[in-house]
């Protein structure tokens, strides 16, 4: 299966960190970030995302609302495991859970870091392999399981243009 791990957008200041906002720079890295992923999939014969899960934060909410509406077919669903402070093991847990029947196409995460980096860096089994992801950056993946060094780089990207590096 392949999976995209996608950290949100560019967001602001505000009094709880849990309800910061997506900043304009936020919502324009990822409306671009959204096409140049879709055109790489698109180059690479990978399929679009069929499934969109996402920290229930409010900026990671905005992220996946803007990526939903690029890929109108895949649900969008909030996932605990994807709120700052969990770790990659979480989310082993419960992408197992949900897809033990037969997981997703494609799976497209949308969270914060420290998560998102160490997600990726646990999948393919080699720290640092990808640079860190920074507010709006992307790894996709193909993965058999997850567990731990299951992986192998599809292509990353980061914003401002997002250019996919393998």
């Not at 690029?70 to 979480?90: I, K, M, N, Q, S």
Request: hydrophobic share 40%.
């Amino acid at each position: 299966m392949l999976l995209t791990i996608w950290r949100h957008g560019q967001a602001g200041s505000a009094a709880s960190d849990r309800v910061r906002e997506l900043t304009a720079q936020g919502r324009a890295d990822i409306g671009l970030g959204v096409q140049r992923f879709a055109q790489q999939c698109e180059k690479r014969g990978l399929a679009p995302p069929d499934h969109i899960l996402f920290s229930e934060w409010v900026r990671t909410r905005q992220t996946a609302g803007i990526l939903a509406s690029f890929f109108p077919d895949a649900p969008c669903t909030a996932c605990t495991a994807l709120v700052p402070g969990r770790y990659p093991a979480d989310v082993d847990n419960e992408l197992d859970a949900r897809w033990s029947a037969g997981p997703a196409q494609h799976l497209l995460l949308v969270s914060h870091q420290p998560l998102v980096s160490a997600l990726v860096d646990h999948y393919l089994g080699q720290p640092g392999r990808v640079a860190p992801l920074l507010p709006g950056g992307l790894a996709t993946l193909q993965l058999d399981v997850f567990a731990s060094g299951c992986g192998s780089l599809c292509f990353s990207a980061q914003p401002p243009e997002y250019e996919a590096v393998v």
